[in-house]
């Protein structure tokens, strides 16, 4: 029997086709803790994988957010950023990161349906199965303990009873022997006696004997079937069962890249994506729209001409010059630094961030591209409007033409209201198309070199013809542009106002304090946020335009709501110049 299991051996290693049945025979224990490891690795797997999808999970998630903490603010600041090619590339590059997030939740998705779940439910499995196995193992296991334990018990009563045998038929011989010496009737009885006994106990050693043989026949039977028939079957199931658990945690590792492999074209196309929106960046683009944001339309200021405080007659001033409006004998500000109105004016007009209707208060360039945008909104509302008004009249024929559909007078109500509407838009529409054609009027005109005057001084003369008048057609500070030749007095308070109100050189003075009672962002150039509760110092109190100016410290200053503040106000302190 052991030859032909080496030999069984042998031929294992040569085809490597082992049977656990047969060269594992004796190795019950050891079996039951290698499929119990087995099991222990799966489980690990498991475990890793459940890991994996956990963090892939968490990382998209943290991608998302990212994605949304960059996203631009609805009616924010951020959104006027994404008129340029960097900006809306960087858009572009979020919305794909956004995507390549959802790459990450589909990864964790299909693990965690096609393998942990999976694995789970095989887990289960596995065990009941291996525990089937091995109960059939120990029952197998138990029998044939069983029946060596018979075979055993046969074996030591067989052994007494020829023990037994054997000292009666020593102690018949003895007495047989000594029968001449004794008294005959005596002796014959004893030895009649003994003759038996002996008989008697060979007899049950004979049954003894064949009681062993019964049970060593039956023992050499059941263990031949035990370990050439039965374990090699309960072994082959088992072996079965774990090269299908390694087969299944293949399948598993193989899932697990395939996954992973799904994702990538559509990660590559984010990827693609992202490399689209850089290439989109045009530099000149960019700077071309910087000119369209902040063009003003105003032209640069001419030479500054010669004022000979050595000649006792009177100052005169070039039309280019910022001084060109004040008034005769009015003395010049010594921390003046000759800056123009223009400039200055733009600096004011932003201030709030919003302005008349007509955006009179822009530059020329600036009002024009707001008239236009203003335009452009009507005209998209007015369109929306006219579209719904066909929608419901080809609703009221149908109900006209089949008056079971619906009652044709129900549509009336609606169709009022949006010609109301309609009406409105035509008028605003209108009303702005005036404005802008009044602009672009004044812009041919001011780019029209034949009508363009470059001062008020005659071309053969070293005196001015009229130091008193504005040049013809000059632009007003406020931005609009107006034919109007205002008066000296006029002009001297224009100038004062626009000189005193920004010279940077002379910090406004406080005239009291305040305190927010509300939040303010304070997005606007010109404006200043400021949170609840917070002190600031006034500078300027409101004039009539809801604004007041405020002051945090010597480098914040800017211009709040009144409505949003509680003024306590100086009284011993001077009071700041208005020059709005």
Known sequence: MHRNRGSFGRNCTETMSCRWGTELWDQFDNLEKHTHWGIEFVERYTKFVKERSEIEISYAKQIRNLSKKYQPKKNSREEDEYKYTSCRAFLMTLNELNDYAGQHEVIAENLTTHIICELTRYIQELKAERKSHFHDGRRAQQHIENSWKQLESSKRRFERDCKEADRAQQYFDKIDADINVTKADVEKRCSLKARQQAQLKHQVAEDSKNEYLTYLQKFNKEQNEHYYSLIPHIFQ???????????????????????????????????????????????????????????????????????????????????????????????????????????????????????????????????????????????????????????????????VKNPHMGDPNSVDPRLEEIGQNIDKLELDSRKYETWLLEVETRLAEKSDPHRRQSGLYDSNATTPVNNNCAPVNRESPDGSYTEDHSTEHHLKSRSTDFDDDFDDEDPLPTIGTCKSLYPFEGQNEGTISMAEGELLYVIEEDKGDGWTRVRRNEDEEGYVPTSYIKVFFDTNAKGAMTYI
């Open 237 to 399: 199931k088992i072996q079965e069962m774990e090269e299908k658990r390694i087969e299944k945690v293949g399948e598993s590792m193989k899932t697990y890249a395939e996954v992973n492999r799904k994702v990538l074209p559509i990660v590559s196309k984010c990827l693609d994506g992202m490399t689209n929106a850089a290439a989109s960046i045009e530099p000149t683009m960019d700077t071309k729209q910087v000119v369209e944001s902040f063009k003003s339309g105003f032209e640069p200021p001419g030479d500054v001409e010669v004022e000979d405080y050595s000649l006792s007659m009177r100052r005169t001033v070039s039309e280019s010059s910022y001084l060109n409006s004040r008034g005769e004998g009015k003395p010049s500000r010594s921390n003046s630094r000759g800056k123009l109105w223009p400039f200055k004016r733009n600096k004011l007009s932003l201030k709030l961030g919003s302005g008349p209707e007509d955006c009179s208060h822009l530059p020329p360039e600036q009002r024009r591209k707001k008239l236009q945008a203003k335009i452009n909104d009507i005209n998209k509302e007015l369109q929306k409007e006219v579209d719904q008004r066909d929608a419901l009249t080809k609703m009221k024929d149908v109900y």
